[in-house]
Nanobody
Framework: QVQLVESGGGLVQAGGSLRLSCAASGSIFSIGRMGWYRQAPGKQRELVAAITSGGSTNYIDSVKVRFTISRDNAKNTVYLQMNSLKPEDTAVYYC????????????WGQGTQVTVSS
């Protein structure tokens, strides 16, 4: 059974920082692309940042410069460092990954709440 478990969300004032972590566990042969999505109330889920197994990254324009995605392949973990947070960053953040066991499947974490107060 493969699981993605997120941690690091919380309440922070505007201008502050948070670091999200997402660890994959279970019977894993390899992990491909990993990413962070977010969903604010009344809005669709959107991709915030993604990173390939080789370390290539991409971000939505609204978080470029402020957010940094990284991964530790030895720990099967992806991180999202969020700096200069704004109230509009408030959302539930979800981890997502393509994980190969016998087959390659796409997995989601349970989500972690990030709230930025003004």
């Amino acid at each position: 059974q493969v699981q993605l478990v997120e941690s690091g969300g919380g309440l922070v004032q505007a201008g502050g920082s948070l670091r999200l972590s997402c660890a994959a566990s279970g019977s894993i042969f390899s992990i491909g692309r990993m990413g962070w999505y977010r969903q604010a109330p009344g809005k669709q889920r959107e991709l915030v940042a993604a990173i390939t197994s080789g370390g290539s990254t991409n971000y939505i324009d609204s978080v470029k410069v402020r957010f940094t995605i990284s991964r530790d392949n030895a720990k099967n973990t992806v991180y999202l460092q969020m700096n200069s947070l704004k109230p509009e960053d408030t959302a539930v953040y979800y981890c997502n990954a393509d994980i190969t066991h016998y087959l390659t499947r796409n997995y989601w974490g349970q989500g972690t709440q990030v709230t930025v107060s003004s």
